[in-house]
T-cell receptor, first 114, second 114 residues
Framework: AQSVAQPEDQVNVAEGNPLTVKCTYSVSGNPYLFWYVQYPNRGLQFLLKYITGDNLVKGSYGFEAEFNKSQTSFHLKKPSALVSDSALYFCAVSLASGGFKTIFGAGTRLFVKA | DSGVTQTPKHLITATGQRVTLRCSPRSGDLSVYWYQQSLDQGLQFLIQYYNGEERAKGNILERFSAQQFPDLHSELNLSSLELGDSALYFC?????????????FGPGTRLTVL
């Protein structure tokens, strides 16, 4: 069965510092991987996705993520954090082989301190 | 604004009652997904429809049902409500129903069961 793990409930970082939000996955085939962000009292917003090709994927608001097949990871990164990046981040996976479900991780709360 | 609309925004009801949540997908999107978000369970996939047909089922209780109408809007029906059904219910839509397509989330319906 496919699954997604976000090992950190919370990540704290100072404004201007680089940030990383971790995600690992487990699937039986080739994965499609996604990152979404949720601001308070809002629905989730799509940030970026990996389908195939270049392992480094660039997305909205300066975020990027690196697909690592050997480590089954898809960590979200940003070179310089902003206070406005503080939100709940979800990693998600769906199967490239035709499965229709998307499984979301439990979420990681990012706090960026000024 | 994702283009996905959900009504009502808030709903307060009593145990044992039945409610209907409504979702209109983004223009042109054929697939609709329903999710339940609670503090202790995270984001749980309930069900997916594609062009009026049920495509995938997740952790949806038998007391819950959904449908997608010819105009592509969807309704989620929750019956015999229990205190534990209190949660945020999100609808999302995507262009296609296959893996690899990002989902666009509505603002959610906050259900409170008293």
């Amino acid at each position: 069965a496919q699954s997604v793990a976000q090992p950190e409930d919370q990540v704290n970082v100072a404004e201007g510092n680089p940030l990383t939000v971790k995600c690992t996955y487990s699937v039986s085939g080739n994965p499609y991987l996604f990152w979404y962000v949720q601001y308070p009292n809002r629905g989730l917003q799509f940030l970026l996705k990996y389908i195939t090709g270049d392992n480094l994927v660039k997305g909205s608001y300066g975020f990027e993520a690196e697909f690592n097949k050997s480590q089954t990871s898809f960590h979200l990164k940003k070179p310089s954090a902003l206070v406005s990046d503080s939100a709940l981040y979800f990693c998600a996976v769906s199967l490239a082989s035709g499965g229709f479900k998307t499984i979301f991780g439990a979420g990681t709360r990012l706090f960026v301190k000024a | 604004d994702s283009g996905v609309t959900q009504t009502p925004k808030h709903l307060i009801t009593a145990t044992g009652q039945r409610v209907t949540l409504r979702c209109s997908p983004r223009s042109g999107d054929l697939s609709v997904y329903w999710y339940q978000q609670s503090l202790d369970q995270g984001l749980q996939f309930l069900i997916q429809y594609y062009n009026g047909e049920e495509r995938a089922k997740g952790n949806i209780l038998e007391r819950f049902s959904a449908q997608q109408f010819p105009d592509l809007h969807s309704e989620l029906n929750l019956s015999s409500l229990e205190l534990g059904d209190s949660a945020l219910y999100f609808c999302a839509s995507s262009e296609e129903g296959r893996a690899g397509y990002e989902q666009f989330f509505g603002p959610g319906t906050r259900l409170t069961v008293l």
